[in-house]
Structure formats: structure tokens, C-alpha cells
């Protein structure tokens, strides 16, 4: 599968508009934001896209939702302590082998996300990889993962960088991997470190859509940085919608 250029989709624009307001004081920490019917009409988007945009502010800790209030805007992203390191499509291939098919392989400038986890500079180019993930009754789990830059790679893990180029000049899209896997694979003689976030969410119209799930279906947001010495070389959300198969997690202090 070759990899396409820059491309911002439509709800991470829009995460970006509001990102924005909230990093230029348009909306400070503790404030509230406004109404969804008047956010959209400030915006000029629909409802159901700035539904989703916000879920993902909430998802990345910009935004809490509190009942009788709405969404506040969070003075500091919350601090996230899960760990296991291991490729998502192995736990929950079911005995069957990893199933992983690409639905994206592209390079974006960074977001408020891969600013936030990656240290990535604005205009940078990272890798972006969107795949689902199979279990043993169809897809299980989407996962969108993030490289650092690749003057980053080249200067911390050439031989993640390189196994990157290979794979992207090389897959299928019904014979792909993750690019955990690919870090995994590269990474023989380089320690690494990790961390993962769990959160409770909801699927939303669009992951809903790629899962064949309804949008409202409760799902689980793993959100997982993975670094080499201090540098992040990897960031990742993993969602899993209600029925996914369980997945073991190791708690570290």
C-alpha cells in the first residue's frame, strides 16, 4: 500500500479549531464551553461533527463533561500510569493469527494529540497509520498509530525508521501489520518503555461506522505512548468496542 500525502481528515481539523481556542485563551482552563447547537453555529459545522471532534477532546483529557454543567475545558492533560507492551492484534487474534487490515497509511502535520505525546514540532511529518484489528466473529478493535518524525527515528532508532519505509513500500492492505508490531520486530537491541491510558468512551458515528457498530456503543480507549531512553518514538489510541475480547493489563507505578 503506498503512502498517500498529507491529509488532515475532516474531525481532526475540526479537533484542531477547538484545540486552538483552547490553547489561545479563547476557552481557558476551567471555563465552559459554549452550548453544542451555539459551538456549531461559532464553528459553522454540523452537530454530529462537532460531536465528534469533542469526543475526542474529551478522550485526549482537553475536555471533562460534567452532568448539569457540560464540558470544561481541563487545566493539564491527565496523567496516565497502565502498562503492556504487546501488539493489539496478537491478543485478540483468538488462537487464529494476527488480522490486522489497513484502512490509511499516510503523513499528517501534528495535532494537539501527537504534539502532547510525541514533543512532535508544528509542521512536522508523521507517519499515520489507521488499521482494524480482527477477532475470531470480525473486526475487534481500530487503531490509529503515530511515529515520531523521521530525522527523530533516524537519530534514536534507524532500524525502526527503515522497517517502516520497508512496510509501507511493501503492504497489502489485507496482509498489513501494526506498527507496534513493526516497532517490536525492530527492536532486538533497543530497550524500550511504555505507557498506556484507559478510558471509558463511546464509539461516535465514524469509528462506529468502521467497526459496524452503532455510534452510541460503549467502547474502551487505550492510549499508549511507547519511548526510546526519554524520546517518544510511537503513539497509539486502540479502540475497543463493547464485546471485544478482554485484554490482559499489567499496572505499573
Do not use: D, S
Given at each position: 500500500m503506498a503512502l498517500k500525502g498529507h491529509r488532515r481528515r475532516p474531525v481532526v481539523a475540526l479537533y484542531e479549531r477547538i484545540a486552538d481556542a483552547v490553547h489561545d485563551g479563547t476557552y481557558p482552563p476551567g471555563s465552559t464551553l459554549p452550548s453544542e447547537p451555539k459551538l456549531a453555529a461559532e464553528l459553522g459545522v454540523s452537530r454530529p461533527a462537532l460531536r465528534e471532534a469533542l469526543l475526542l477532546l474529551q478522550e485526549d483529557g482537553l475536555l471533562t463533561v460534567r452532568r448539569g454543567v457540560g464540558r470544561t475545558v481541563n487545566a493539564r492533560p491527565p496523567r496516565r500510569g497502565?502498562?503492556?507492551?504487546?501488539?493489539?492484534?496478537?491478543?485478540?487474534?483468538?488462537?487464529?493469527g494476527p488480522r490486522v487490515r489497513a484502512l490509511l497509511r499516510s503523513l499528517e502535520e501534528p495535532t494537539d494529540f501527537t504534539t502532547q505525546h510525541l514533543l512532535a514540532p508544528a509542521r512536522a511529518e508523521l507517519r499515520f497509520w489507521e488499521s482494524l484489528l480482527g477477532g475470531e466473529s470480525g473486526p475487534a478493535a481500530l487503531s490509529h498509530e503515530w511515529a515520531a518524525a523521521d530525522e527523530v527515528l533516524d537519530r534514536v532508532h534507524p532500524a525502526f525508521a527503515a522497517a517502516l519505509r520497508a512496510c509501507e513500500q511493501a503492504a497489502e492492505a489485507d496482509r498489513a501489520v501494526s506498527m507496534l508490531a513493526v516497532l517490536l520486530g525492530a527492536s532486538r537491541e533497543v530497550a524500550l518503555h511504555a505507557h498506556s491510558g484507559i478510558t471509558a468512551t463511546l464509539l461516535g458515528r465514524r469509528r462506529g461506522e468502521q467497526l459496524g457498530r452503532p455510534a452510541d456503543t460503549p467502547a474502551v480507549l487505550v492510549t499508549q505512548v511507547v519511548r526510546v531512553g526519554d524520546t517518544p518514538v510511537l503513539a497509539?489510541?486502540?479502540?475497543?468496542?463493547?464485546?471485544?475480547?478482554?485484554?490482559?493489563?499489567?499496572?505499573s507505578h
Open positions: 497502565f502498562e503492556h507492551l504487546q501488539p493489539l492484534e496478537e491478543l485478540i487474534g483468538g488462537g487464529t497509539a489510541k486502540h479502540m475497543l468496542p463493547t464485546g471485544a475480547p478482554a485484554l490482559p493489563v499489567l499496572q
